[in-house]
């Protein structure tokens, strides 16, 4: 594996046991819940004379109550006390639920499994916000995605491995039940053994004091999780994917008994496909962002869950009833591999989706509150679960059938998806740089890491195409304020992405002078809030492939905010589509090469006092070497 691999964090201590927990935690909930599900779905009339539609939706509604009811609790808890410590409580809960559940199970007593039920809830209440704040104390921020990725990929896997293990467990006549009983107790105290390796992760705010009322807490959780407006629609995005999921998996068992006329192994099946598809997506995420969060991934993510979603509606529209089918028909009967790849896709999108909202999350909240605003997540999370549930319910009493249940979610979903886009541009904006970097361009990059990761500096760099700040801006982990000609900034689509980013439109004192004085003041302003600002000192694309000289702006915006220097060189776009050679820009499009090769060096901090044109211009050119 590589250095930068993130599966090297499964064998270091500061991840490898959370991981385990997490994994052993998700995989016991789903044991129960699993087996659960197919004995409500399968033998209904044993345990109530409720209709299996309604009792599937009440079941899921009931064990997302209390993340509604108790996360404001459990968020300051996290905050306040040591966090493994707070994980082997909440581990030694579960053994407690896993306990009554035993019990429901073995006498086909409803209401004590429901009261298990309830319980996993408040246990899985109490670990989610330091399942989430955790990994910011351990992790460095080039390895929250990764992370991230790793944990997501493990519930799915963990919720695949449950599902088969439960799922075939119970459906053992004679000793299916007691089986069951027994390995979810021993799964529990496997994870509570576990969970005393986990280091320790020191109180974000020991002195807060406990405000044990759940809804005054509940109310102030979320006022402050509104105050960062990025975070809180991110909060809102996740929200509303599980509401998604929870549309989509909780009919899985009767859309496999009534419209698939298969049995219960079918059931399983279609949910080891939609976890693996999230477990993919997950682990693909750290790849495709570049070991950063790349929020871009979002709306690519909610493009597939809506495509997807509605395919799998036409799919489903088109199965014709054949009478009970086994495991083994189903998969022999090419009609059904459409459903499953519609499946195993939306989860995939399903992934792309949800990691990097997680990982903006932990970056973007404030650390002594970290707790409290995923806890607040957990809120909005449980609101929307339970919406889906009383909305799957009104939609069958209302006459429609499951897979116009999947068609009306995935058009919720394209039009959640606007909204959220529309309010925070900075999602699309970093789709179509994402877009770019990932269809027209493989990019090459060198020497990133002398970025500095926070505090103000300069960038200077060569200009060589129109989507040159394009490019810098998808390598670098950091916003970046690109002053840019004004020309440039009005171009359509180009425009929007340059807006959203805050870019700063500049003119010669020729052309426009008011211009050019707003944009030195707006420049010195960013610096001293700290920000990253870029500048291409030719003043214009080259037209010959070679570096013009740098103008004396670079030296007046130092002269009035002294900042450390960044040079950085763009190499291979010469010639592109983007590019001058030969006439004007975006003219030619057999240039629209798919994946042309190019490339990014970052060089070494120069101070203010060093960095005249001249020798910033000579950096550059070293830089860019012979590879225009």
């Known amino acids: 594996m590589s250095d930068r691999s993130q599966f090297r964090l499964l064998a270091e201590r500061r991840f490898g046991p959370f991981f385990g927990v997490q994994f052993l935690g998700a995989m016991n909930d ?3 819940k699993q087996a659960l599900v197919i004995l409500l779905a399968y033998q209904t009339a044993s345990f109530t004379t409720m209709s299996s539609d309604t009792l599937q939706n009440v079941a899921q509604a009931l064990f997302v109550l209390p993340f509604f009811l108790f996360s404001a609790t459990a968020g300051q808890l996290a905050d306040k006390y040591e966090k493994a410590s707070l994980i082997t409580v909440t581990v030694a809960i579960e053994l407690g639920c896993m306990a009554l559940g035993a019990l429901g199970l073995l006498t086909h007593n409803l209401g004590l499994l429901l009261g298990a039920l309830f319980l996993g809830g408040v246990q899985s209440t109490l670990f989610g916000p330091v399942k989430y704040a955790i990994l910011p104390q351990h992790l460095r921020e080039t390895e929250i995605v990764g992370g991230n ?72 959780n ?23 999921g929870s549309m989509f998996v909780t009919q899985f068992p009767n859309f496999s008994r009534n419209i698939l006329a298969a049995d219960e192994h079918v059931v399983t099946l279609l949910l080891i496909v939609f976890s693996i598809g999230i477990g993919v997506g997950s682990l693909l995420c750290e790849r ?63 992934g792309f989706y949800i990691v990097p909202l997680y990982a903006l999350i932990q970056t973007r909240s404030e650390p002594s509150h970290r707790s409290r605003i995923i806890a607040a997540n957990n809120i909005l999370n449980a609101v929307f679960m339970v919406a889906a549930a009383a909305l799957a319910v009104g939609l069958f009493q209302a006459g429609l059938t499951i897979p116009q249940l999947f068609l009306v979610t995935a058009l919720l979903n394209a039009a959640v998806a606007v909204y959220i886009y529309t309010l925070v541009p900075e999602f699309l904006m970093r789709f179509l740089v994402w877009m770019l970097i990932h269809s027209v361009y493989r990019l090459e990059k060198s020497g990133l890491e002398r970025i500095p990761e926070e505090g103000p500096a300069l960038i200077v760099c060569n200009h060589v195409s129109f989507v040159d700040a394009l490019v810098i801006a998808a390598a670098c982990r950091r916003p970046i304020r690109f002053v840019m000609d004004h020309r440039i900034f009005r171009l359509p689509v180009l425009s929007f992405v340059f807006r959203t980013g805050r870019a700063i439109p500049i003119a ?12 030195f003041a707006e ?3 960013a610096l001293r809030d700290g920000d990253l600002v870029a500048i291409f000192p030719e003043g214009r694309i080259t037209d010959t492939g070679e570096l013009h000289p740098f103008r004396p702006g670079v030296k007046r915006i130092l002269e009035a905010t002294p900042v450390p220097v960044v040079p950085i060189a763009l190499r291979g776009l010469w010639g592109s589509f983007f590019s001058r050679k030969d006439g004007a820009a975006m003219t030619k499009p057999w240039r629209l090469v798919p994946l042309r090769k190019i490339g990014i060096a970052v060089g070494e901090l120069v101070s203010a006092a060093a960095a005249s044109p001249d020798a910033l211009q000579a950096d550059v050119l070293a830089l860019r070497g012979e590879w225009k």
């Not at 994870?191 to 974000?204: N, Q, T, V």
């Not at 105050?227 to 998604?244: A, E, H, K």
């Not at 969060?293 to 909610?302: A, M, Q, R, T, Y």
Request: hydrophobic letters at 50%; zero cysteines.
């Open 30 to 32: 789903n044991v129960f």
């Open 149 to 220: 990725g790793l944990v997501e990929m493990g519930t799915s896997v963990a919720i695949l491995a449950g599902m088969i293990y439960g799922g075939w467990m119970v459906t053992q006549p004679g000793w299916g039940v007691w089986g069951v009983a027994l390995s979810t107790m021993a799964f529990s105290a496997a994870g509570i053994a576990l969970s005393r390796l986990i280091p320790l992760a020191p109180a974000a705010d020991p002195g807060l004091r406990i405000n044990w009322n759940p809804l005054t807490e509940t109310w102030r």
């Open 222 to 244: 979320l006022r402050f999780a509104r105050r960062n407006r990025t975070v809180f629609l991110s909060i809102l995005g996740i929200s509303w994917f599980w509401f998604y």
């Open 523 to 525: 420049v010195g302003k």
């Open 288 to 350: 495709l962002s570049g070991h950063k969060v790349e929020i871009g991934l979002v709306p690519f993510g909610s493009i597939g869950l809506t495509v997807f979603g509605i395919d799998l509606w036409l799919a489903a529209s088109a199965h014709v009833a054949h009478g009970p089918v086994s495991l083994g028909d189903f998969m022999r009967d090419p009609g059904h591999w459409r459903l499953l790849a519609d499946l195993l896709l939306i989860g995939l999108f399903g």
């Open 508 to 519: 010669s004192a020729k052309e426009d002078p008011a211009m050019m004085e707003r944009a």
